[in-house]
Structure formats: structure tokens, C-alpha cells
């Protein structure tokens, strides 16, 4: 679907297909109408577009998906999803309804069509991104839905052929009284509502919840269930969808046109908030230096406070602890030669022979102070979001790296929270429950919230911080700079503006 004159790639490095790989599948061109705005992406598109449009596509509509990842972070109700998403959508993924007068109906139905389908190439390799790609892509799927016109809907619905039957008007009179119970004695006159039937395995919950009258393996679901009927086919499509995908991607390795594309698109998936802008970081007066670490880490989040704990009880970090703390350390502002300081100073039962050989060259590559190819800007690698410490590699027997209210059993946390300082037993409670629903960055926010109670109230009191100052935290640098500006107010009377995020999905080269 590339043209390949704007290919930005010479002759001779484009793909060398084994011709059996090629024979997999050969795209047959095919235009493409869009008779409605939603799309179940059952179609892959076939149609010529440039390398330019491919990317750029690709990138608008990874910027939505970030900003609707990040409202569900942050816990947004429905209705203020929508108000957040709605100048964003029609920035960067407009899909204007059939009825509207818009000339460019169908280039914009077109750019959705394309665009997802090209992340969904980016976002198959690993069951992590396909999960979470999956679920970002319900979320746009239930916004849309909910904002169509009602009749663009039904006709939506109705394209789909989802083998439901509707339910006659005498098979509703005969059973009234069971329809009418299930829905709670609702609706009070039959014409008020629609019912159609399906094989009951398919709404599960629905089932589950006796929300629906069961008859002979069929359920009567009501039509006011629709929405979540549909939402959950679609997933459940785009699920299949995504494992195929997967297991064609070897093939594409091949074609070195787009591999880097797509690399780059799932590496670079941050939600805003996750990557941290580290030259908003600074703490104007505050010590950051090897000496003052162990003071300084009292305001570290859970994850860092641990590192810091098996630093000092083994004198030593495996690999990825040493990668995690190492670059939340530079990201709160330690410069490289504290750092070195405080790593030669941390491992204290080796020798300076044995340090100079094995670790300094990794602490000074951190800071792109030697190294080249992946840490060309210079500046070395940034701090790690929770995003990326909750997702990616899990830590195993001996590590330390990782996030405990992710990573730890919930006996294990609790004792590391109380070790910290947090006893409160409610908190410990509502930390366990916010574990078992998979809400990690609530717990966080949550001990986070517990142990600044005071200060807290008192910018809140006197306006000195704002409502975005005090948003839900998903970075440990922002948890860090948070902590130690409220814990300081006396020197910072006015707080200074937190602001340590970066409002762009990054796209770094
Ligand atoms: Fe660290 Fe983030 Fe986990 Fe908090 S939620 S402990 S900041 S990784």
C-alpha cells in the first residue's frame, strides 16, 4: 500500500522477499467506500498511499490514544473524557458524521481506516502492547459510538450483520412479565423498548448480572444494552485481529522500509505525561549530591525508595536496578560525577579496579558522556515512566527494579509500606484493593496523597497549587519533584510550578 516513488529508501536496500513470503498474501487493490463514520476495521486496505502519509497518519492518531490513555489513568469520568478528547480528536482524527456537509468525509474516514491498521502492525509483537492497544482502541470505538447520531448508529449496527434477531412483537407480549423482571421492572410499557436474542455464551456479564431473561440458550437483551453488546464484539474482534497480525509479522521483518517505522511508533507510544521533560526538572536550591541521596530519599515513590533500601543492604544493584535508579537519579538532577561518586561510594565491598571496569563505563554511557547509536543525542538515556517500568521486564528472583504495587505480593507490599512509613490502615487496605483491580498508579497516588496530607491541604487552602498541579502522577521523577517541592514549602512559598511533563507524544529520532 506504499507507492514506492516516494519510497525515501534507495533501490537496492529495499526488501529482498524470499518469493514464497511474498506469495503469502498478494493484495488485491481495492477502492474503498466508508458508507458509515465507524469503522470494525474489518477490511485492510489495499489502496496506494506515500511512506510521508503512512508516518504522519500513523502519529495523529498515536497522539489520541495517548490523550485517552492518559484520561483513564487519571480515572476521567465519561463526560469529562469527552470534553478532553473532543478538541483533540478534531485536530488530529476528525470523522465528520454522513449527514454533515464536510467535503472530506471520506479522506478522513480513510486516514482512520489506514491509521489503524498501521498501528496495528506497530502494536501486534508483544501481548503487553496488544492488550493495551486493544483497549485504548475500545475506548476511541465507545467515545465515537456514544457522540453518533442516533440513526447513523442503527445503520452502523445494522452493517455489522451481528446475527442478532429481533425480537417480535408477540414473542415480546408472551414473554412480558419475564422481560419486565429481568429489567428490573423496567421498561413500564412494552413499546417503550426493543429486545433482540443472541446465544447467551456471548454476553457473559450481562448473564452474569441477571440482566437479561434466558430462554432455551438464548438471551432477550434489551436494546438499551446495545452499547456494550457492540463495544464487546468489537474487541473481541480486534482481539483475533491482533494475534493473526502477530503471526505474520516475521514477514514483514523483511521490508526495511517499514520496520523502522513501526519500531519507532510502539517504542515511542508514551502517554503525555510519561515522558518526563527533564529540563523542567531542576529544583532551584535544593542538594542534590551523592552525600544528600539517602536524605533526599524519603521523597522518593515506592519504586526507587526500594532500590534504595537493597543499595544499601547489599552494596550492590543487579543490571536493570542499577538502569532504573541509575536514570531516576540523573533525571532528579544529579550530575554525572555525583553519580559516579554515589555508585563507587554505594558499592562498597569492591574494589576501585573492579568498579573503574565494570560499572563506570555504564554510569557515564547514562549520561551519553561515551557511546554512540542509540544514545546519539548526547544527552544519554531518560528516566523511566511508569508506564514503561509496569510493563516492561518484569523483575525476577534478585532484582529490584520494577514497581512494587505491580510487581510485589501484596504481603511483601504491605510490609515495604509500613517499613516506609505508611500505617495507616485504611491506606494499607485501600492500596490492596486498588492492587487487585490492577489500578497501580492509584496506589501510588494514593500513599503519595497519605504522606503529604498536610502540605496538600495547605496549597489547596491558600491556591497556591493549581488542580493540574496536583493531577494523578505517572512518572517517578514527577512524584519525586511533587514530594520534595510540597515537603519544602518554606522555601518555596509560592510552589514553584511543578510542571515536569511534556504535553507532546514524542516521536524521538
Ligand atoms: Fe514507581 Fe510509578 Fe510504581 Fe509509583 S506507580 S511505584 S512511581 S513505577
Given at each position: 500500500?506504499?507507492?514506492q516513488?516516494?519510497?525515501?529508501?534507495?533501490?537496492?536496500?529495499k526488501?529482498?522477499v524470499?518469493?514464497?513470503k511474498?506469495?503469502?498474501?498478494?493484495?488485491?487493490?481495492?477502492?474503498?467506500?466508508?458508507p458509515t463514520?465507524l469503522?470494525?476495521?474489518?477490511?485492510?486496505?489495499?489502496?496506494?498511499?506515500t511512506?510521508?502519509?503512512?508516518?504522519?497518519?500513523a502519529?495523529?492518531?498515536?497522539?489520541?490514544?495517548?490523550?485517552?490513555e492518559?484520561?483513564s489513568?487519571?480515572?476521567?469520568?465519561?463526560?469529562?473524557?469527552?470534553a478532553?478528547m473532543?478538541?483533540?480528536?478534531?485536530?488530529?482524527?476528525?470523522?465528520?458524521s454522513?449527514t454533515?456537509s464536510?467535503?472530506?468525509?471520506?479522506?478522513?474516514?480513510?486516514?482512520?481506516h489506514?491509521?489503524?491498521?498501521?498501528?496495528?502492525l506497530?502494536?501486534?509483537?508483544?501481548?503487553?502492547?496488544r492488550?493495551?492497544?486493544?483497549r485504548?482502541?475500545?475506548?476511541l470505538?465507545?467515545?465515537r459510538?456514544?457522540?453518533?447520531?442516533?440513526?447513523?448508529?442503527?445503520?452502523?449496527?445494522?452493517?455489522?450483520?451481528?446475527?442478532?434477531?429481533?425480537?417480535?412483537?408477540?414473542?415480546?407480549?408472551?414473554?412480558?412479565?419475564?422481560?419486565?423482571?429481568a429489567?428490573?421492572?423496567?421498561?413500564?410499557?412494552?413499546?417503550?423498548e426493543?429486545?433482540?436474542?443472541?446465544?447467551?455464551?456471548?454476553?457473559?456479564e450481562l448473564?452474569?448480572?441477571?440482566?437479561?431473561?434466558?430462554?432455551?440458550?438464548?438471551?432477550y437483551?434489551?436494546?438499551?444494552?446495545q452499547?456494550?453488546?457492540?463495544?464487546?464484539?468489537f474487541?473481541?474482534?480486534?482481539?483475533?485481529?491482533?494475534?493473526?497480525?502477530?503471526?505474520?509479522?516475521?514477514?514483514l521483518?523483511?521490508?526495511?522500509?517499514?520496520?523502522?517505522?513501526l519500531a519507532?511508533l510502539s517504542?515511542?507510544?508514551t502517554?503525555?505525561d510519561?515522558?518526563?521533560n527533564s529540563?523542567?526538572?531542576?529544583?532551584?536550591?535544593?542538594?542534590?549530591?551523592?552525600?544528600?541521596?539517602?536524605?533526599?530519599?524519603?521523597?522518593?515513590p515506592?519504586?526507587?525508595?526500594?532500590l534504595?533500601?537493597?543499595?544499601r543492604?547489599?552494596?550492590?544493584?543487579?543490571?536493570?536496578?542499577?538502569?532504573?535508579?541509575?536514570?531516576?537519579?540523573?533525571?532528579?538532577?544529579?550530575s554525572?560525577?555525583?553519580?559516579?561518586?554515589?555508585?563507587?561510594?554505594s558499592?562498597?565491598?569492591?574494589?576501585?579496579d573492579?568498579?573503574?571496569?565494570?560499572?563506570?563505563?555504564?554510569?557515564?554511557?547514562?549520561y551519553?558522556?561515551?557511546?554512540g547509536?542509540?544514545?546519539?543525542?548526547?544527552?544519554?538515556?531518560?528516566?523511566?515512566?511508569?508506564?514503561k517500568?509496569?510493563?516492561?521486564?518484569?523483575?525476577?528472583?534478585g532484582?529490584?527494579?520494577?514497581?512494587p504495587y505491580?510487581?510485589f505480593s501484596?504481603?511483601?507490599l504491605?510490609?515495604?509500606?509500613?517499613?516506609v512509613?505508611?500505617?495507616?490502615h485504611?491506606v494499607?487496605?485501600?492500596?490492596?484493593?486498588?492492587?487487585?483491580?490492577?489500578?497501580?498508579?492509584l496506589?501510588?497516588?494514593?500513599?503519595?496523597e497519605?504522606a503529604?496530607?498536610?502540605?496538600?491541604?495547605?496549597?489547596?487552602?491558600?491556591g497556591?497549587?493549581?488542580a493540574?498541579?496536583?493531577?494523578?502522577?505517572?512518572?517517578p521523577?514527577?512524584?519525586?519533584?511533587?514530594?520534595?517541592?510540597?515537603?519544602?514549602l518554606d522555601?518555596?512559598?509560592?510552589?514553584?510550578?511543578?510542571?515536569?511533563?511534556d504535553s507532546?507524544?514524542?516521536?524521538?529520532?
Amino acid at each position: 500500500m506504499i507507492r514506492q516513488e516516494f519510497s525515501r529508501i534507495e533501490p537496492k536496500r529495499k526488501a529482498n522477499v524470499d518469493h514464497r513470503k511474498k506469495q503469502f498474501a498478494v493484495p488485491a487493490y481495492k477502492e474503498l467506500s466508508y458508507p458509515t463514520r465507524l469503522n470494525f476495521y474489518t477490511v485492510p486496505p489495499t489502496a496506494d498511499i506515500t511512506l510521508e502519509q503512512f508516518e504522519q497518519w500513523a502519529i495523529d492518531r498515536l497522539r489520541v490514544l495517548a490523550e485517552l490513555e492518559a484520561c483513564s489513568i487519571r480515572n476521567k469520568t465519561p463526560a469529562e473524557t469527552a470534553a478532553h478528547m473532543k478538541p483533540i480528536l478534531d485536530k488530529y482524527l476528525p470523522l465528520a458524521s454522513s449527514t454533515s456537509s464536510s467535503s472530506a468525509i471520506q479522506a478522513e474516514r480513510q486516514k482512520d481506516h489506514y491509521s489503524h491498521f498501521i498501528l496495528r502492525l506497530a502494536f501486534a509483537s508483544t501481548e503487553d502492547l496488544r492488550r493495551r492497544f486493544s483497549r485504548v482502541e475500545t475506548q476511541l470505538f465507545r467515545l465515537r459510538f456514544q457522540g453518533d447520531d442516533a440513526r447513523e448508529r442503527q445503520a452502523f449496527v445494522e452493517s455489522l450483520n451481528l446475527d442478532w434477531e429481533t425480537v417480535g412483537e408477540d414473542e415480546k407480549r408472551l414473554y412480558a412479565a419475564e422481560l419486565v423482571a429481568a429489567g428490573g421492572g423496567y421498561p413500564k410499557r412494552l413499546d417503550e423498548e426493543s429486545w433482540f436474542k443472541v446465544d447467551w455464551e456471548r454476553v457473559p456479564e450481562l448473564v452474569e448480572s441477571r440482566r437479561v431473561f434466558l430462554k432455551a440458550g438464548k438471551a432477550y437483551v434489551p436494546g438499551r444494552e446495545q452499547l456494550s453488546m457492540v463495544v464487546a464484539e468489537f474487541t473481541n474482534r480486534l482481539d483475533k485481529a491482533l494475534e493473526m497480525t502477530s503471526r505474520a509479522l516475521p514477514r514483514l521483518d523483511e521490508d526495511d522500509r517499514l520496520t523502522p517505522i513501526l519500531a519507532h511508533l510502539s517504542q515511542n507510544f508514551t502517554t503525555p505525561d510519561a515522558s518526563y521533560n527533564s529540563s523542567s526538572s531542576s529544583l532551584p536550591g535544593a542538594d542534590i549530591s551523592a552525600r544528600n541521596i539517602d536524605a533526599l530519599s524519603s521523597s522518593f515513590p515506592l519504586c526507587m525508595q526500594n532500590l534504595h533500601r537493597s543499595l544499601r543492604r547489599d552494596a550492590h544493584l543487579k543490571h536493570f536496578g542499577r538502569l532504573q535508579y541509575g536514570l531516576f537519579l540523573k533525571g532528579i538532577g544529579l550530575s554525572l560525577e555525583e553519580s559516579l561518586v554515589f555508585w563507587r561510594t554505594s558499592f562498597n565491598k569492591i574494589t576501585d579496579d573492579v568498579f573503574n571496569k565494570e560499572y563506570r563505563y555504564n554510569v557515564r554511557h547514562s549520561y551519553g558522556d561515551v557511546g554512540g547509536d542509540s544514545n546519539r543525542r548526547g544527552n544519554g538515556y531518560t528516566p523511566f515512566s511508569c508506564q514503561k517500568i509496569l510493563t516492561e521486564r518484569p523483575p525476577g528472583p534478585g532484582d529490584s527494579h520494577g514497581c512494587p504495587y505491580r510487581h510485589f505480593s501484596v504481603d511483601n507490599l504491605t510490609n515495604l509500606l509500613q517499613a516506609v512509613g505508611v500505617k495507616d490502615h485504611k491506606v494499607l487496605q485501600g492500596v490492596k484493593e486498588d492492587k487487585e483491580k490492577q489500578k497501580f498508579h492509584l496506589a501510588c497516588n494514593r500513599v503519595f496523597e497519605y504522606a503529604h496530607q498536610q502540605e496538600i491541604k495547605k496549597v489547596r487552602d491558600n491556591g497556591t497549587w493549581g488542580a493540574a498541579q496536583l493531577e494523578t502522577i505517572v512518572h517517578p521523577n514527577e512524584y519525586f519533584k511533587r514530594s520534595y517541592l510540597l515537603k519544602n514549602l518554606d522555601k518555596n512559598p509560592a510552589g514553584t510550578e511543578t510542571g515536569g511533563r511534556d504535553s507532546d507524544v514524542k516521536m524521538e529520532g
